[in-house]
T-cell receptor
Framework: DAGITQSPRHKVTETGTPVTLRCHQTENHRYMYWYRQDPGHGLRLIHYSYGVKDTDKGEVSDGYSVSRSKTEDFLLTLESATSSQTSVYFC????????????FGNGTRLTVT | AQSVTQLDSQVPVFEEAPVELRCNYSSSVSVYLFWYVQYPNQGLQLLLKYLSGSTLVESINGFEAEFNKSQTSFHLRKPSVHISDTAEYFCAVRSNAGNMLTFGGGTRLMVKP
């Protein structure tokens, strides 16, 4: 398995509270991604990073922010969690942008009550 | 913009029967195509990929997929399924000009004894 660790694995939080999810990689890959998985929608890209301090929005970025201060860490922050953000969040990494496959972490299940 | 449609959300099949999971995509540029598999409570794992060359690609566990440019399809097939193939399968497309991997909604393959 690619060296990707997501933390926490499970989290329950209340509406309106801030939440930060962490993704840590040991592969020294340039690209890192945050996806959310919801039934019937597959995986949808939230944000991605193509280098330290270089990030860009995906298709469902509203309500989320990210930061990448080191190659190995990519943080996803929900500034004020809402029930619509209840989901399973996956981090992924890839060596480059085009034909390299993505390698996924095992996910974080977030419940916003 | 690119999109992926997986035509079946669930496919029930008996053990040792053949199966086809359908995937169609749309894109205005050349693409790379992927199939990922997700077992319960795990992240996604790459099953196979089409980058260029032969339009028929195979995985190590007996799955194959054929890239059909004229029909913009990348259907996944296996001639004889096992109980252990029960999982969710995701088709994904990435353009050769972009960073984003776009996923279909997923197909849940349920293999029955």
């Amino acid at each position: 398995d690619a060296g990707i660790t997501q933390s926490p694995r499970h989290k329950v939080t209340e509406t309106g509270t801030p939440v930060t999810l962490r993704c840590h990689q040991t592969e020294n890959h340039r690209y890192m991604y945050w996806y959310r998985q919801d039934p019937g929608h597959g995986l949808r890209l939230i944000h991605y990073s193509y280098g330290v301090k270089d990030t860009d929005k995906g298709e469902v970025s509203d309500g989320y922010s990210v930061s990448r201060s080191k190659t190995e860490d990519f943080l996803l922050t929900l500034e004020s969690a809402t029930s619509s953000q209840t989901s399973v969040y996956f981090c992924a990494i890839s060596r480059d942008s085009n034909n390299s496959p993505l390698h996924f972490g095992n996910g974080t299940r977030l419940t916003v009550t | 913009a690119q999109s992926v449609t997986q035509l079946d959300s669930q496919v029930p099949v008996f053990e040792e029967a053949p199966v086809e999971l359908r995937c169609n995509y749309s894109s205005s540029v050349s693409v790379y195509l992927f199939w990922y598999v997700q077992y319960p409570n795990q992240g996604l794992q790459l099953l196979l990929k089409y980058l260029s060359g032969s339009t028929l690609v195979e995985s190590i566990n007996g799955f194959e997929a054929e890239f059909n440019k004229s029909q913009t399809s990348f259907h996944l097939r296996k001639p004889s399924v096992h109980i252990s193939d029960t999982a969710e399968y995701f088709c994904a497309v990435r353009s050769n000009a972009g960073n984003m991997l776009t996923f279909g909604g997923g197909t849940r393959l349920m293999v029955k004894p």
